[in-house]
């Protein structure tokens, strides 16, 4: 019997919510018919021969998925056995019945339905390695933001455009409102007093966040999704631009980070600013070193911290020219920490990577690694013209490559260079850059055991988990319905094998992830009583 035959296995679950009385008559009648047709089908006078090749082309194309070549011992195939009558279990259900599949959805429609799912469940116990794609800013769930550092003493905001309060500022000294400044508990109470019966609170939450129940009706462009995750990102620095809430952050996020079984990560940005525009990233470099060794006194098992310093697409030539000086100068500066340069902002609408080529490209400067934001759209040959520079710089890793597929040259050119890609599908998925997440282009890339890892890029601007949904999705979606454990291992390993660190970090990083991997395996076969 072939391999990939669509029987179904598992039963389908009574549960299901939508099935009617007379579409479980119809789905029995199908699994019935499906079963006469595949026994049909063995005794049909079809010549072995090509049974036979049939069956050797699938186990070789098989064997090119990403993760295939890893190994499971008896517990791990334990655990496998579970996590995929659970997976198939879900994918029958929607194929048979009414049942939505939800990795096919929007994130924002069935993340809690997601998050009551074993499979879930048991990704998030699961240690991760490392995120390599995440921006400094974004790492921290928003209620913590506004409910700590909202509600700091000495806070200013200020309104943009007449709308919210957007701008925030730290200070001792009393700002004036004649200059647009309110004090934010006073505006705090001031709000609570009055009738509208929206806590300042409540406004900051939904000014930031990107979530919401209607994500299809309530941004109607991808402009619409791209203004405000931009707005986001020119508030939020006011009220991390002292050294102390830096830090407040930064541990916030290390804890949150360690929950999810994350041991590793590596930042975009990175540069901090104090309220008057004093650049304090050198400080901050410090202070990153310091914060991370403390965490890891308690902590022993967390690997640490890196940067990929980046300039932004608005910037002129001679500022990223500065940029890029700046970024050489801390690489030297902070070799352990600092390991990279990126260019960040909506691709779209900002220059390309063309446009600052005078600025990357210098004899002294080959020696400085690349992370580039490249091919983040779905227009072809428009932005996404951006990976053709990405791989000519040589760059090590690419953000996204979500337009990687339709350029075979840059294809071939990123597998023949080792680069690897950063795959955030939620982030894609929120963006507006793909729907149903079966049909993410990275999908293609496991199918063919490309170089890539998956990483949340903002995930706290979604409401997710530092890795554990965006897991979930590529386990889910992107990856075939008979992808399994290997699949997430591999993944995992790969955060570490790609990541800055050095081979040396590399290898005492891989022995603690090896150790973590072995307790979970434990775990999840004494949680669901698998043994
Ligand atoms: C801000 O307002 C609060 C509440 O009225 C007050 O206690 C605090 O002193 C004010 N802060 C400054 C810096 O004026
Ligand atoms: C706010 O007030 C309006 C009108 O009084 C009411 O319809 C709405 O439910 C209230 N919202 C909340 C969150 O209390
Ligand atoms: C990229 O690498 C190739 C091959 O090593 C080299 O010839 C080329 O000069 C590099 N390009 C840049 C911009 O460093
Ligand atoms: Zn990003």
Redesign the pocket.
């Known amino acids: 019997m072939p391999s990939e035959s669509n029987s179904p296995r598992v039963a389908i679950p009574s549960s299901g919510r939508s099935l009617i009385a007379g579409q479980f008559v119809m789905t029995l009648l199908a699994i019935a018919m499906s079963l006469v047709a595949m026994l049909a089908g063995i005794t049909n006078g079809i010549p072995q021969a090509y049974l036979d090749r049939r069956k050797e082309f699938i186990r070789e194309e098989t064997s090119m998925r990403l993760g295939a070549d890893m190994k499971l011992n008896f517990r791990e195939e334990l655990v496998n056995h579970y996590l995929m009558v659970q997976k198939e279990l879900a994918v029958e259900a929607s194929r048979l019945t009414t049942e939505p599949y939800l990795a096919s959805r929007h994130f924002f429609q069935v993340k809690e339905q997601i998050e009551s799912t074993a499979i879930f469940d048991i990704i998030s116990m699961m240690p991760k390695g490392g995120i390599l794609h995440l921006h400094d800013a974004s790492i921290v769930p928003l209620d913590w933001v506004i409910k700590t550092l909202t509600y700091l ?2 806070l ?1 905001t200020k309104e943009r455009e007449g709308i919210t309060p957007r701008q925030f500022k730290f ?5 004036r409102v004649t200059d647009g400044w309110r ?4 505006l705090r ?1 001031e709000m609570a007093m009055s009738d509208k019966n929206r806590s300042l609170d409540e406004v900051f939450m939904s000014e930031w966040s990107l979530y919401t129940p209607d994500p299809y009706n309530t941004y109607k462009s991808s402009n619409d999704m791209w203004n405000k995750f931009s707005d986001y990102f020119l508030t939020i620095p006011g009220l991390r631009s002292t050294l102390e809430t830096a830090e407040m952050y930064l541990r916030e996020a290390l804890k949150g980070f360690y929950a999810d079984g994350v041991m590793y990560v590596e930042l975009r940005d990175g540069d901090l600013f104090d309220g008057d525009g004093l650049d304090l990233t050198d400080d901050y470099m410090c202070l990153v070193d310091r914060v991370v060794k403390d965490f890891q006194k308690t902590h022993p098992d967390f690997m640490g911290v890196k940067f990929i310093l980046t300039g932004y697409r608005f910037f002129s030539e001679p500022m990223m020219q500065e940029q890029v000086d700046k970024v050489m100068a801390r690489m030297r500066k902070f070799p352990d920490l600092v390991k990279g340069f990126d260019m960040d902002s909506h691709e779209d609408i900002n220059h390309r990577i063309r446009f600052y080529l005078n600025a990357l490209i210098k004899d002294d400067k080959s020696v400085m690694p690349f992370f580039f934001h490249a091919g983040e759209t779905a227009w072809t040959q428009g932005a996404d013209m951006n990976l053709v520079d990405a791989v000519l710089l040589n760059a090590t890793r690419i953000g996204h490559g979500f337009a990687a597929l339709k350029h075979p040259k840059v294809m071939q050119a990123i597998r023949d260079q080792g680069i690897v890609l950063e795959i955030q599908p939620i982030s894609n998925q929120v963006l507006g850059l793909v729907d149903d997440q079966r049909n993410h282009p990275a999908a293609s890339f496991i199918a063919n055991n490309d170089r890539l890892v998956i990483s949340s890029d903002d995930f706290a601007l979604w409401d997710a988990l530092p890795l554990s949904h965006d897991f979930y999705i590529t386990f889910m979606g992107l990856g075939a319905t008979k992808d399994d454990l290997r699949l997430l291992k591999k993944l995992a390993m790969n955060s570490i094998e790609y990541s800055t660190m050095t081979s040396a970090e590399k290898a005492v990083a891989m022995k603690i992830w090896q150790r973590r991997w072995k307790i979970f395996i434990d775990d999840v076969l004494t949680k669901y009583h698998l043994l």
């Open positions: 003493p000495d200013y200070s001792k000294t009393p700002l004090n934010v508990s006073e109470a």
